[in-house]
């Protein structure tokens, strides 16, 4: 069975700062990892996804995930966190086999203080 | 292109009643999904339909139903609504070959009195 943990279902940076949104999973065969933004009343928007190529992704508005198969994780990171990054962000893991049946994570809010 | 579109974005319905909600994908997919969020459960995954057939079901009750049309298009059904039924209702669409990335719609809010 696969299976999302997002560590911290809130965290808050300042402005300018580092943001780091920790991604861990399980799966039975070799995943495809996504990382999805959710802005307040609106779908989810894919920021990056990992599909067993290179394992350092990048994504849209500067941000970028690693792929570590020994810890099983799939961390989303941006250098410098800007005040639109504010947000809810998910993390999912798909099989890629059976059909398109994602598993996510419980979500990350990010606050971004000025 | 124009994206996932979802009608309608908001209800309100009492307990006891039915739903249906409606989801156009994007032009060329033939995979819808559906998701229910809620604060306290998160995304959960409802069922997958491709090329008018369901693919993937979650874990909900018989309650909820869907169907996909020839154009793609995609309906869900909720029968004998209940309070906890009250969600964010998610569809997502994709090419439905290979590692497809999702794409999501805006949601339908479903309010449950």
């Known amino acids: 069975a696969q299976s999302v943990t997002q560590l911290g279902s809130h965290v808050s940076v300042s402005e300018g700062a580092l943001v780091l949104l920790r991604c861990n999973y399980s799966?039975?065969?070799?995943?495809?990892l996504f990382w999805y933004v959710q802005y307040p009343n609106q779908g989810l928007q894919l920021l990056l996804k990992?599909?067993?190529?290179?394992?350092l992704v990048k994504g849209i508005n500067g941000f970028e995930a690693e792929f570590k198969k020994s810890e099983t994780s799939f961390h989303l990171t941006k250098p410098s966190a800007h005040m639109s990054d504010a947000a809810e962000y998910f993390c999912a893991v798909s099989e890629g086999r059976t059909g398109n049946q994602f598993y996510f994570g419980t979500g990350t809010s990010l606050t971004v203080i000025p | 292109k124009a994206g996932v579109t979802q009608t309608p974005r908001y209800l309100i319905k009492t307990r006891g009643q039915q739903v249906t909600l409606s989801c156009s994908p994007i032009?060329?997919?033939?995979?819808v999904s559906w998701y229910q969020q809620t604060p306290g459960q998160g995304l959960q995954f409802l069922f997958e339909y491709f090329s008018e057939t369901q693919r993937n079901k979650g874990n909900f009750p018989g309650r909820f139903s869907g169907r996909q049309f020839s154009n793609s298009r995609s309906e869900m059904n909720v029968s004998t609504l209940e309070l906890g039924d009250s969600a964010l209702y998610l569809c997502a669409s994709s090419r439905g070959t290979g590692i497809g990335e999702q794409y999501f719609g805006p949601g339908t809010r479903l309010t449950v009195t």
């Open positions: 032009s060329g997919h033939r995979s």
């Open positions: 990992y599909t067993s190529a290179a394992t």
């Open positions: 799966s039975s065969v070799p995943p495809y």
